[in-house]
């Protein structure tokens, strides 16, 4: 069965620019994730949903970045006026949700470059 | 806040040796613990899951150990080979509530040469 998907594969913009991150989960999957990776560094939670609504988005680092996932499938990570610093890999995961326990699914992410 | 370290950043080993990774982490107040490997270009793979509760798992060549109390978990690859050459890195979910956020180690880059 299809993995985790996530578009564009890479994306290069400009300081000062507005990006759009899309990810597709694994169908059936209720939990969705966004992490980031910094080059040398391991992923970075970001924010948590279940379903539709994030129950967790403590690791948004400020109010440029947002996440949705309307009905509940497809989320779309928005960053808003981006800075160099944003540069980085954005990582989508989902999960069944059936606990805790339960392994997340990584996508292969989009490499962001912001110039 | 949970810090989790591996040690070495890098390593390089021939084919055929058995290595260690090792993967350590400041809270033990953990729920489990994830070994994952990343191709570079790609995302990552879960290797293995360790419950709180579990000492090792293992699946083929691969095992990995727990010592919550200590902080500690190693991977251990036995008989390596050219295809385990990937960056493996560890994870820990946090055991309070009902938190679902991984905390990663930067991860150790393996080579294997042939």
């Known amino acids: 069965g299809a993995g985790v998907s996530q578009t564009p594969s890479n994306k290069v913009t400009e300081k000062g620019k507005y990006v759009e991150l899309r990810c597709d989960p694994i169908?059936?999957?209720?939990?969705l994730y966004w992490y980031r990776q910094s080059l040398g560094q391991g992923p970075e939670f970001l924010i948590y949903f279940q379903g539709t609504g994030a129950a967790d988005d403590s690791g948004l680092p400020n109010d440029r970045f947002f996440a949705v996932r309307p009905e509940g499938s497809v989320s779309t990570l928005k960053i808003q006026r981006t800075e160099r610093g944003d540069s980085a890999v954005y990582l989508c995961?989902?999960?069944?949700?059936?606990?805790?326990?339960?392994?997340?699914?990584f996508g292969p992410g989009t490499r962001l470059l912001v110039l | 806040k949970q810090e989790v370290t591996q040690i070495p950043a890098a390593l390089s080993v021939p084919e055929g040796e058995n290595l260690v990774l090792n993967c350590s982490f400041t809270d033990s107040a953990i729920y489990n613990l994830q070994w994952f490997r990343q191709d570079p270009g790609k995302g990552l793979t879960s290797l293995l899951l360790?419950?709180?509760?579990?000492r090792e798992q293992t699946s083929g060549r691969l095992n990995a150990s727990l010592d919550k109390s200590s902080g500690r978990s190693t991977l251990y690859i036995a008989a390596s080979q050219p295809g385990d050459s990937a960056t493996y890195l560890c994870?820990?979910?946090?055991?309070?509530?009902?938190?679902?956020?991984?905390?990663f180690g930067s991860g150790t880059q393996l080579t294997v040469l042939p």
């Open positions: 169908s059936g999957h209720t939990a």
């Open positions: 995961a989902s999960s069944k949700n059936r606990g805790r326990q339960e392994t997340q699914y």
């Open positions: 360790i419950q709180s509760s579990q």
């Open positions: 994870a820990v979910l946090p055991y309070s509530g009902s938190a679902r956020q991984l905390t």
